[in-house]
Nanobody, 121 residues
Framework: QVLLMESGGGSVQAGESLTLSCVGRGPSLSGYDVSWHRQAPGKEREFVAGMSWSDASKYYGDSVRGRFGISRDNYTNAMYLHLNGLKPEDTATYYC??????????????WGQGILVTVSS
């Protein structure tokens, strides 16, 4: 089973940018769909961005569309979340998630350990 390692989080000022990385250890992520999610203190985990394997289509949550970007590098087995125009309400723990393309259920999904992003005003 793939192991996901996240990096790139930290504390920034409002308006600044960050790039989060999620590297897969073990099996190749080729053939996997990928996504990012986040969870703020006291709130439920929410979808942020996703990217399919089959046609590389990208899709975003309403709260980040136009500010965040998702990408992947199949050669380095990595996926990225580019956070631009950060706002204090973007403060959360961010998680990457992968699953075999088209086969998403509790047995096939793998989550990263989470990485904290803090945005101050």
């Amino acid at each position: 089973q793939v192991l996901l390692m996240e990096s790139g989080g930290g504390s920034v000022q409002a308006g600044e940018s960050l790039t989060l990385s999620c590297v897969g250890r073990g099996p190749s992520l080729s053939g996997y769909d990928v996504s990012w999610h986040r969870q703020a203190p006291g709130k439920e985990r929410e979808f942020v961005a996703g990217m399919s394997w089959s046609d590389a289509s990208k899709y975003y949550g309403d709260s980040v569309r136009g500010r965040f970007g998702i990408s992947r590098d199949n050669y380095t087995n990595a996926m990225y979340l580019h956070l631009n125009g950060l706002k204090p309400e973007d403060t959360a723990t961010y998680y990457c998630k992968v699953w075999p393309s088209g086969i998403q259920d509790s047995k096939t999904v793998t989550w990263g350990q989470g990485i904290l992003v803090t945005v101050s005003s």
